[in-house]
């Protein structure tokens, strides 16, 4: 039995102001009957992680270097993180990709640092509108999940997070049958690489344009374990009935 996912990406938002908003979540949910984790920007980890250091809130990190240290101007290490307080870090999200030109490899190698320095690699993955349009979806995702997933993954050290880079931010969202297609092959392919019981141990979770509205709908798809959400996490008041609505289905076999 594994407890759903629902996790905020704060990305490139966010001051010590916005840490009220920390408070308001650990209030709402005192004890959930799903995990929630929250990535802020790097700036605020600390300061995040000490607010919420008694309540089942967790912080993470979204991105790190692969190395543990060394000159590397401007990067963080998983060990920096986890020093700062965050259990877990997104990794290879499709920004990062994009502005940043990373590579599966090299989320891979990450996925390696991440692990070694006890945190959860969130390993996120998903098809551009071109791609879908070409009909590559599948074959893209299969890629990126070979490639960008180093052995060695557990339900313990790795998410994988489908965000079809098209519905990101964009109020756009796939159906529930073109999610399901996607986290049926992604739990089909991890089971032929790691076998059935470590594939059904790590959550798969939906992201892009996750919001209060769309959450029950697409909590109720096959293999969705929970959100990866961005702009809908920035507040409470939406980040939270995001969490209850994935409380309605809060464990899966
Ligand atoms: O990491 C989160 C995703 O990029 C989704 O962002 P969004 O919920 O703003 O579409």
Redesign the pocket.
Known sequence: MKRKLA???W?MNGTNASLGELQSLTTAHPDPRVDILI?PPATLIVQAAALTADSPLMIGGQDCHSAPSGAHTGDISAPMLADAGATAV?LG???RRENHNETSDLVAEKALAAWSAGLTAVI?LGETLAQREAAQTLDVIATQLDTSLPDGATGTNTVI?Y?PVW?????LTPSTAQIAEVHDFLRARLADRLGAAQANAIRLLY?????PANADEIFATSNVDG???????LKSADFSPIISALEEHPTTD
């Open positions: 996790a905020g990406n990305k990535c997104l999200h499709s920004e996120c997070a965000e519905a990101i931010g964009t109020g992201g892009g344009s996750v919001k959100a990866l959400v961005g702009g809908a996490s």
